[in-house]
């Protein structure tokens, strides 16, 4: 069992940014996949980024050259950094581990809210 912890979540004005963190009970190294996924309102969630065991990601079209997806294997860390944001952003953020047989483990989730 696996037990991620989102932080860094909150309020801020469009055009600002924020960094989201996601602390892991259990080493990432090696796992399949790590990745950010969010929800807003009445909406499904949808991936934002993700980080494979091979280091390469993958972004969704919206936030592609403003967010950037890392790791950091020696802390059992996952970041998100997002710059630029944009009201659409506005969501519940959540940290996702998938490992080799396909188990996903899901963080409680972190608001972020892009407000003037």
């Known amino acids: 069992q696996v037990q991620l912890v989102e932080s860094g979540g909150g309020l801020v004005q469009p055009g600002g940014s924020l960094r989201l963190s996601c602390a892991a009970s259990?080493?990432?190294?090696?796992?399949?996949?790590l990745g950010w996924y969010r929800q807003a309102p009445g909406s499904e969630r949808e991936m934002v980024a993700t980080?494979?065991?091979?280091?390469?990601?993958n972004y969704a079209d919206s936030v592609k050259g403003r967010f950037a997806i890392s790791r950091d294997t020696a802390k059992n860390t996952l970041s998100l950094q997002m710059n630029n944001l944009k009201p659409e952003d506005t969501a519940v953020y959540y940290c996702?581990?998938?490992?080799?047989?396909?188990?996903?483990?899901w963080g409680q989730g972190t608001q972020v809210t892009v407000s003037s």
């Open positions: 996702n581990m998938k490992t080799w047989l396909d188990t996903n483990y």
């Open positions: 259990r080493t990432i190294s090696g796992r399949k996949a």
């Open positions: 980080i494979k065991s091979d280091g390469s990601t």
